[in-house]
């Protein structure tokens, strides 16, 4: 039985966020680049992949219509979408369009591995529960 690396294409115009994915994704997925939102919507029409990493800070294209536009375009592309601040509004936006994966800058190796691995159901996600005590006097 032979195993399937699975493909993801990350649109991200950083090289070194370039390279910190291709790091953290070389032994378990195949990685394709594409720096611009051109580049990537290009790639989108030759191949889906099964996960599309849209990291929208320094690019051009309004997020929230290009998050339309995929959404409508590719309605089953799973996609994480990567930022150095979400706000609330954005991300109101966002879930509105289908959009319930986010990944926050700066991040830790280990969450982004397992965020990518859930999107593509290599791995369970998990709950983590926290129990807060709050004086009510």
């Known amino acids: 039985m032979s195993y399937k690396r699975p493909t993801i294409l990350l649109c991200e115009s950083y090289p070194g966020l370039q390279e910190a994915f291709q790091l953290m994704s070389d032994r378990w997925a195949s990685l394709r680049l594409a720096p611009t939102v051109?580049?990537?919507l290009a790639a989108l029409t030759q191949e889906e992949p099964d996960l599309l990493i849209?990291?929208?800070d320094g690019?051009?294209?309004d997020p929230?219509?290009?998050l339309a536009n995929l959404?409508?375009?590719y309605p089953d592309l799973k996609l994480l979408l990567?930022?150095?601040e979400f706000t609330y509004?954005?991300?109101v936006a966002c879930v509105k369009l289908g959009q319930l994966s986010f990944l926050t800058k700066p991040f830790s190796v280990p969450a982004a591995v397992a965020k990518m691995k859930v999107l593509l159901g290599l791995?369970?996600?998990s709950i983590h529960t926290r129990v807060v005590k709050i004086p009510l006097s």
Do not use: M
Request: proline content about 0%; charged content about 25%.
């Open 123 to 125: 791995a369970a996600s």
């Open 54 to 56: 849209l990291d929208i």
């Open 89 to 91: 509004d954005f991300q």
């Open 38 to 40: 051109e580049e990537c």
């Open 59 to 61: 690019q051009k294209a």
């Open 64 to 66: 929230l219509a290009l």
């Open 82 to 84: 990567v930022a150095a």
């Open 71 to 73: 959404r409508s375009t």
